[in-house]
RNA sequence: CGGGCUGUAGCGCAGUUGGUAGCGCGCGUGGUUCGGGACCACGAGGUCGGAGGUUCAAAUCCUCUCAGUCCGACCA
């Protein structure tokens, strides 16, 4: 992609008002730009790191054998009276023809069980994972810390049906070692932890993924022998680590990343959700809940990974690998970077080409620091006299020379 | 939802005891620069968040309201 062409530049300065490292590097590189507290739109360089985010998840969605699908934001309050949600407090409402009303779904069970019900009847047809990504709607009485609080945010929800508690069990297992996964995969791995945290009406606990961070609005306690963390909101009842017993636990922040739970038969009773089992009685279907948020995720990795100059992205969801400079007005110079952009895109790499700027170099440096795709190449007049292009990686202050002819 | 702070040019900000609005960045034109956020000249751009009030006169004082943000409460 050309610089030049890109809606969404740098700005040097960002309102005092946005204290939090995300909105800060985000607003200011071009990935964001805010609309109203708590909503964002994704620019092409922040909606490529999104997606890149939401095709992590999907990948190992889909490789535990789970459906995609694709629900709707609106959907008729009568539902929500169905599962005595009606009065939730973070319901966005409004109202079509005829004083219809609607909500604006802030989590999709009231979608899904009944979507779920219409093509599962049998044991059969169980067990079953169903998930989207999508944006959810939750009118948080305070929106806060750039893209990790709105109240319009991205969300990979998924919600699996199951025979007995033991399928559900089993499922929900699958579902911490995918999760990691997923972390392991976005360079989050060795920040995240399991953490157990307070469980709805049905089960005793359930579980969030929270990245240990500093500036994260969770209070967790680590267990000093296992990777495990313990929410401060259960800490009363459960002052040990419930997988060791160890009692000596550190206090830490984290942002939640994900969270998992049990949500038994709360949603198939209220739905009349039944399937047939094996000896053609009827059973209510057992249910779990997944979430996670790849638009809170993006704002987790930019706390978690920067400098005083700028993002420095891990590459699986770098919007671009390369970032290309060229230095000088020389038209030479110009087309030989041109030359390397265009075989290199040709060859499948993602570049960020900052073609044509009239602005110095040290401009052009401090953008890409900003920016922060994992590999700076410069291409200018010393460069190609020895034949070659600088290659600097984001996260070293080492750059080597590498033959031009790589590249071509 | 309680408490604090803030709304002035596209963005970031200044504006004294009320007297009719400025700076930086960015943008446009021309020129000098060109390996770590260069510089000069000229130029475009604002009914000062909104409504009402006080006054000869309001960005400035008063009331109400909307919005942003931070702290707290809340947070399947």
Redesign the pocket.
Known sequence: MLYSKLLGK???????????INAQYLIRGGFIN?Q???VYNYLPLGLRVLTKIQNIIREEMLAVGANEVLMPSLTQEESYKITGRDNM?VLFRCEGHGGTKYVLNP?HEEVVTPLVQKFVFSYNDLPVGVFQIQNKYRN??????GILRGREFNMKDLYSFHTDENSLNEYYEVMKKVYHKVYDRLGLGELTILTYA????F?RY?HEFQTLCAVG?DTIYTCTKCNIGINKEIITEQTSCPECGNVDLIEKNGIEVG?I?K?RT?FSEAFGFKYSDNSGQEQLVEMG?YGMGPSRIMGTLVEVFHDD?GIIWPESIAPFKYHLIV???EEETFEMAQKIYNKMTANGSEVLFDDRR??????K???A??IGLPVRM?V?K??IEKQSV?VKKRNSDK?ELELIENYL
């Open positions: 740098t700005i040097k300065s960002v309102s005092a008002d946005e204290e939090s805010k109203m507290a708590g407090d989590t948080e009485p305070r929106a806060k810390s307070a469980g709805g009406a089960s359930s609005e969270n739970f949500l709360k809940c100059k230095l000088g007005k009239d602005v110095t170099a040290g401009t440096f401090a953008d620091d900003l410069i200018s010393k460069t600088e750059s």
